[in-house]
């Protein structure tokens, strides 16, 4: 069983920075691919960031030279730096892990995390 939780959310002002953590439990989180989303009101959830089990990444280009992802795979944790906050940034940050197996895909899912960019 996995389970992953978010923190590192709040309210911060527009070009101010967040560190989103997010920490799995149980087995497998090396061989994960992880990722984050987000969703703000009245929108559809939206990919922010991905990290392969190999350490590639990819980014949505709304985050591109503001975000960074990364793992530690010896803390089960993934994170979430953001830089240069704007309020459009403004959603809740979901945290995202996906396994396969021969015989299927896992999929995990965090509570998220509300990020509030704002004067």
């Known amino acids: 069983q996995v389970q992953l939780v978010e923190s590192g959310g709040g309210l911060v002002q527009p070009g101010g920075s967040l560190r989103l953590s997010c920490a799995a439990s149980?087995?497998?989180?090396?061989?994960?691919?992880m990722a984050w989303y987000r969703q703000a009101p009245g929108k559809q959830r939206e990919l922010v960031a991905t990290?392969?089990?190999?350490?590639?990444?990819n980014y949505a280009d709304f985050v591109k030279g503001r975000f960074t992802i990364s793992r530690d795979n010896a803390k089960n944790t993934v994170y979430l730096q953001m830089n240069s906050l704007k309020p459009e940034d403004t959603a809740v940050y979901y945290c995202?892990?996906?396994?396969?197996?021969?015989?299927?895909?896992?999929?995990?899912w965090g509570q998220g995390t509300q990020v509030t960019v704002s004067s």
């Open positions: 995202k892990a996906e396994r396969s197996s021969v015989y299927r895909k896992y999929t995990y």
């Open positions: 149980g087995s497998g989180f090396s061989s994960a691919a």
């Open positions: 990290i392969t089990n190999g350490g590639n990444v």
